[in-house]
């Protein structure tokens, strides 16, 4: 009973780590650009989620809410620091990443103070009982709904949609891609918009799990975002979920019975460096 | 573009929207990449630097004739929210004494820096207020790294130095003149055993223990003293200060079927931790200790924090005339409930500023030593300092109660309590 529940828990922080950890493969895929500030807009919805929450009284509209504002700040995010930095090194745009990464943590902090935010009300707190023993909160729920929703929609745009499989088309050779018609922009705009929306959808579900939302609440993703996409084969979408999913699980075991050696992040780079030694090019090379 | 992607985990040579020259080409762009980031950094550098000038100035301007007590403490970074408390408090004790008449007729000033809880801030820091600031002490409101790395400059260059509320065993023992005004780790973590061995008299724990110099130190002192009290330890687990998200954890917990769980933690992941208790139905005692102590705490865990116990050294219905007056105080300056590292950063102010008025004099060596005679009751309770320049004072245990902090237990056991001496 333990084990299963266990695996739940594990299945439950990897759907959070899948939402984050998209957004990061996709603009990898296209740009070949580790986007660092993705972490910043996690921590954006999870604000945006409370705020609006304790404003209005309404989780749906803060959820809804949330992945909008965070999706337009994506976009503008990929305007202002990417797009002119496209023709230079990547390693320019890595470190203009992480500088608009630290300079967003203090902002937050500037802005909505630095003891965090937290719901008034929290909602959804009801219990179901899944399995005999084995009982959940409908955030939790929430949380695992959510993840197969965007990301089986996601999947869906992909396969069956113009824009999808131009998408596809763009990251496998973006100059053929364009040479076909593909409009590279719209598809780089839509990209950061899908990718920055669940990141920030996946802010608001923390940040009612964990009842906080602190300027702080990036620093854990930003690094082990990066482990699950370099882990999954990076730019792969399908490794990336894989990839979180194993992780979510294996820190879940880890914590508990190697969790007085390893803390939860040294778990996961050791499962990383573990698996890259066996597969370098990452989980599932290219999906 | 081929169709494998290949890895380079910071460095991707193969952008397909890049390559457009040679070698040579890229180095000559490295070169100038190199050289405006140089400028821009130059151009920081004097934007700062005339910032601190300015900043410098006004301290000066203001300092004619006043006593300067240096203060590190976190503005930034991730402990910024503790900083800002403690701020808060050390200047209302600032606050008190000067309208109080000051230090026989001078005034104190409180010359405060950021070191953002981090030691490589805080050594040059010290430096600093020592040298150019030219203060007579120092007190930190500042976590154990920080503290640590100033305390042994404060202690080679025979200047008073105060630890307000950060646990480290080595901060005092960086030399004679260091001095700490609240609870060693392993002196709360016994405090915890006696509460849930003897007081509450559960015996099976569960120890969820906090993995940095504060939950490890607990405990130690809580699984020295779990014997004494009958305490029978079922599983200690380990976690990180980032880890926000317990169930993996708590799940465990469930299995393990504890009568109490004792938890280290700060209020920012204890709050999420003892929610996720509640919610995963357990029903134990949670008991917590200083890094609770914050109305944030309770604001976070919402309902599941009603019953929390802690080991801590404010006592919210104290009827004592300095901690009511600081509790009162703290409100009206800072506009939300006073917590323990405000108080404790007042309790630093109030012993320096006891001192100074006792050694009349500049003398920093007659400081010390006055220091280290205290016998004074401030917001904390009543302070006295061991041979080491460890704080002797009773534990308070809080408990949660309609959404506050409420007065639940006093443990005055001079034996169990008595911090090491060397």
Redesign the interface.
């Known amino acids: 009973?333990?084990l299963i529940?266990?695996c739940i828990?594990?299945l439950?922080?990897g759907a959070i780590y899948a939402l984050i950890a998209l957004g990061l493969t996709l603009v990898y895929?296209l740009?070949?650009?580790?986007h660092v500030a993705h972490a910043a807009l996690f921590t954006l919805g999870g604000y945006v989620g409370v705020v609006v929450t304790n404003g209005s009284g309404s989780f749906l509209l803060a959820l809804l809410t949330a992945m909008l504002i965070v999706g337009c700040v994506g976009m503008a995010s990929y305007r202002v620091i990417y797009k002119p930095l496209?023709?230079?090194?990547?390693?320019?745009a890595?470190i203009a990443s992480i500088g608009v990464f630290i300079a967003s943590e203090?902002l937050f902090?500037l802005v909505f103070?630095?003891?965090?935010l937290?719901y008034t009300n929290?909602p959804l707190?009801g219990?179901v009982e899944i399995l005999p023993g084995i009982?959940l909160?409908h955030a939790?729920i929430l949380v695992v709904v959510l993840a197969v929703g965007l990301l089986s929609g996601m999947g869906w745009l992909a396969v069956h949609t113009r824009i999808g499989i131009a998408a596809r088309a763009t990251v496998?050779?973006?100059?053929m891609a364009a040479s076909s018609g593909v409009n590279v922009e719209t598809i780089r705009y839509a990209s950061f918009f899908i990718g920055s929306a669940f990141a920030g959808a996946a802010g608001v579900m923390?940040s009612l799990?964990?009842?906080?939302v602190?300027?702080?609440?990036g620093?854990?993703p930003s690094y082990k975002a990066?482990a699950i996409i370099?882990l999954g084969?990076?730019?792969?979408v399908r490794g990336a979920l894989v990839a979180s999913l194993a992780l979510g699980v294996i820190?879940?075991?880890g914590?508990?019975y190697v969790?007085?050696i390893l803390?939860?992040?040294s778990i996961a780079f050791a499962f990383l460096i573990m698996i890259l030694m066996v597969r370098?090019?990452?989980l599932l090379?290219?999906g | 573009m081929p169709d494998a992607v290949p890895f380079h985990f910071m460095y991707a040579h193969n952008a397909p929207v890049r390559f457009v020259g040679g070698a040579q080409h890229e180095e000559t762009e490295m070169r100038h990449y190199i050289k405006s980031a140089l400028s821009t950094g130059m151009l920081a550098t004097g934007v700062l630097a005339a910032g601190v000038l300015v900043a410098g100035s006004m301290v000066m301007s203001a300092s004619a004739d006043t006593i300067k007590i240096g203060f590190n403490v976190p503005l930034t970074g991730f402990a910024a929210a503790d900083g800002q408390s403690a701020l808060h408090g050390a200047e209302l004790g600032v606050g008190q004494v000067n309208a109080a008449g000051g230090i026989n007729g001078e005034m104190l000033e409180l010359v405060v820096y950021d070191d953002q809880a981090s030691p490589k801030e805080a050594a040059p820091l010290a430096v600093k207020m020592i040298t150019q600031d030219e203060i007579v002490a120092g007190v930190s409101g500042s976590y154990s790294g920080a503290t640590r790395a100033a305390a042994t400059i404060f202690a080679e260059s025979k200047v008073p130095y105060i630890s307000a509320y950060a646990i480290h065993p080595d901060i005092t023992r960086a030399g004679d003149y260091v001095f700490r005004t609240s609870f060693m780790g392993e002196v709360q973590g016994r405090a915890g055993a006696k509460l849930i061995g003897e007081m509450l008299g559960k015996k099976r724990v569960a120890m969820v223990t906090l993995n940095n110099d504060f939950g490890k130190s607990l405990a130690t002192g809580f699984k020295e003293q779990a014997g004494n009290f009958g305490i029978e330890i079922v599983a200690e687990y380990e976690y990180s200060i980032k880890d926000r998200e317990f169930g993996p954890i708590i799940s465990k917990i469930k299995a393990d079927k504890p009568d109490a769980i004792y938890a280290s933690g700060y209020f920012f992941t204890a709050g999420p931790m003892v929610s996720q208790i509640r919610a995963a139905g357990l029903d134990q005692p949670v008991v917590g200790q200083e890094g609770y102590d914050s109305q944030k705490f309770i604001e976070i865990a919402g309902g599941a924090s009603e019953g929390v116990l802690i080991t801590t050294s404010l006592d919210r219905d104290s009827s004592a005339a300095e901690t009511k007056d600081f509790i009162k105080g703290f409100a009206a300056k800072a506009g939300y409930p006073a917590d323990m590292v405000a108080a404790s950063a007042h309790t630093a102010i109030l012993v320096l500023a006891d001192a100074l008025k006792k050694s009349g004099s500049g003398d920093k060596a007659a400081l010390r030593d006055a220091v280290a005679k205290t016998d004074l009751t401030a917001s904390t309770g009543h302070i006295s300092f061991n041979a080491l320049g460890e704080v002797q004072k009773d534990v308070q245990v809080q408990i949660v109660k309609n959404g506050n902090w409420h007065h639940h237990s006093v443990i005055s056991d001079a034996v169990l309590l008595a911090p090491p001496a060397q």
């Open positions: 009973m333990l529940d266990l828990q594990g439950i922080q895929g740009l070949r650009i580790l496209l023709m230079r090194p990547p390693l320019i890595l203090e902090r103070g630095a003891y965090g937290s929290p707190k219990q009982s909160s939790r496998v050779d973006p100059a923390v799990l964990n009842n906080l602190e300027p702080t609440m620093a854990v990066l370099v084969g990076l730019g792969s820190e879940a075991f914590t508990i969790g007085h803390d939860r992040d370098p090019q990452g090379a290219r």
